[in-house]
């Protein structure tokens, strides 16, 4: 890493100032780790320093930016947003590089993440038969769902790893089934504890939504155990897949998966893109957009990972 390069963590930000504030907090315990790199934070939305500023922030004294989407699931802001700033922030600074890792994802490192929190959440139960232990991974919840489909992907592999009868999936807010209908399938199905597994980076008002809403099920179904899993930005697994996405990282116009796609474009031209379900067209789980208008054939686009008919 040399020394006119500088790395910008780019957070999805959070109405809680202590969520951001974590966010901050990370990237100076990720500098205490590599004291020789330049590290920098931005925001997408809800927050001081925005994704322009960060970018423009980045280039200062520098000649190339590594860009981070510190964010799990890729979604609108990573697919739309993040290309698009950085298109402009190239207009803006043609004398730097700019290079994009891919988001935090949900591979192997995440999953082993997860893995440790349900560990945990047993043993906070006193290790019940994982037979009539119910597991649920609760998300942010997305329009996009291939976003969607990544924690389905990891509830999957939970089940696959455990001895649980029953693995599920929620989401706190715009897609479904929303936590309390999971809960009272559970619980029609006869299981006597529930690990509930937030699958956040850091605080923030989900959290504390969250928390509200398993007292209210404590409430609810008495006879059920409930242990609650907390956000997980600073466990060592994140530094460790941070360290390796800058060590493997792109080469000289590295891409988002849908970085430069045209698919995108046209979307953004036709102004498509929003986060609910309005949108006309065919919506393409891998990529997230819809499309108003038949191309006849499929054409399969490397980036994206999709076919679009």
Sequence with gaps: MTNDTTILLVGHG???????????????QWRELHPEWRIEVCFIEHADVLLDDGLDRATRNATRVIA??????????????????LDEARERHPGVEFVVTR??????????????????????????????????????????????GELAKMARWIFEDNDHELVDLAFTGVTWPRLETVVQRHVKLGIMQVAIIPVYLFTGVLIERIKEQVVRLQRQYPQVSFALGTHFGFDKGI???????????????????????????????????????????????????????????????????????
């Design 239 to 309: 530094f460790e897949l941070l360290d390796a996405k800058i060590d493997g990282e792109q080469p000289e116009g590295g891409m988002l998966e849908c970085d430069g796609c045209k698919y995108r474009e046209a979307a953004e031209e036709e102004h498509l893109h929003d986060h609910s379900h309005t949108a006309t067209g065919a919506a393409t789980p891998g990529c997230g957009h819809a499309l108003g208008h038949d191309h006849g054939h499929a054409h399969a686009h490397p980036n994206c990972d999709h076919a679009h008919a």
């Design 103 to 148: 988001h935090l994802g949900m591979g192997r490192e995440i999953f082993a993440v997860l893995q440790g929190q349900l560990d945990r959440l047993m043993k906070q139960l006193a290790m019940p038969d994982p037979m009539t232990t119910g597991v649920v991974l609760l998300g942010r919840g997305s329009s996009d769902a291939g976003a969607n």
């Design 68 to 85: 981070i989407p510190f964010i799990l699931n890729a979604a609108g802001h990573v697919k739309m947003e993040l290309p698009h700033a």
């Design 14 to 28: 959070s109405r809680g100032r202590e969520g951001n504030k974590e966010t901050i907090n990370f990237a100076a």
